[in-house]
């Protein structure tokens, strides 16, 4: 199989078009047309279909490009192993971590390695963990950083550091005034709950059935900060890490709730290929992450944690 022209097959691929392949790789549209035909000759398959939209993969074509990722992959590690020979000062480090990570606990450690590696190049995806664990398995990332349970023969999982989570609603919602709050209770109202696939998600559920809970209703949202501003608005309750919500609770605009019975922490941790050496720019990062830059729930989190309801009456 021709390498190059598998290089310009997965271009069109994954950019969707001839023209927008052609844009990014600096070769002509005309030369990449006919590299793709003579690899669809050689493999005597049709891989692309043109449309209105571009082009279509073909079942043959998703084929392909699966593994054309994987290949590609490997040949990045293999250049960024030789690039660590200059100490950092080349190089690219692609991170793979779900939104709740992405938003609250990595921000400090990307800025604090940028100020040290400017050099280096900073990919992050910020994707659910479902998600996060396919981009690694495909080589598009090295390294994951994810909230939820992941057990896979091809990944390595190591703990990071825990995480505590909280039930949020808006100051004035009915819930504030009830005295000793248990899961049963609480689940009774609209859950604003994150997508499948959603480490925060998974752990909720997996808590719930431990204690045979099952929630009433459920509202599906993807995104943290929307699930937020809904709880905010008093349509439901959410339940996020304390580091996304520790500021809404500070300025009154959100109430934390104590449940009796649903103490909810988790472990984050890190996901890599197993058998895959570690980057340079890799295990930097995970030394700063563990080291001096490492997250820190603060005192802030346990007030938050231990704090019951205002004003308390009887549970009905």
Known sequence: MNLNSLRLFAAVAERGGFTAAARQLRVSQPAISKAVRQLEAQ??????????RGVDLTEE???????????????RAAEEALAERRGLRRGSLR?????TVASYFLPPI????HALHPAIE???????????????????????????????????????????????????????????????RLFEELYLIREEGAGTRDVVLAALRNRGVTPARLFEISENEVM?????????FAILSILAVQKEIARGELAALTVEDLVLRRTLTWLQVKGR????????????????????????????????????????
């Open 277 to 316: 050496r570690p980057s340079a720019a890799m295990t930097e990062f995970r030394a700063l992450a563990t080291g001096p830059f490492r997250p820190t729930l603060g005192p802030r989190t346990s007030s938050v944690l231990s704090t019951a309801p205002s004003r308390r009456t009887k549970n009905p």
């Open 61 to 75: 074509g998703r084929v392909l490009l699966a593994h054309a990722r994987v290949l590609f992959g490997e040949e």
């Open 95 to 99: 991170l793979g971590s779900s939104l």
């Open 228 to 236: 937020k501003q809904l709880a905010a608005a008093g349509v439901g």
């Open 122 to 184: 900073l990919t992050l995806v910020a994707a659910n963990t479902r998600a996060v664990l396919e981009a690694l398995l495909a080589n598009t990332i090295e390294l994951g950083v994810v909230e939820g349970p992941v057990s896979h023969a091809r990944v390595e999982v190591s703990p990071w550091m825990g995480d505590a989570l909280v039930a949020v609603v808006a100051p004035g919602h009915p819930l504030t005034q009830v005295r000793y709050l248990r899961a049963a």
């Open 43 to 52: 493999l005597g398959t049709q891989l692309l279909v043109r449309s209105a």
């Open 110 to 113: 990307l800025g604090a390695f």
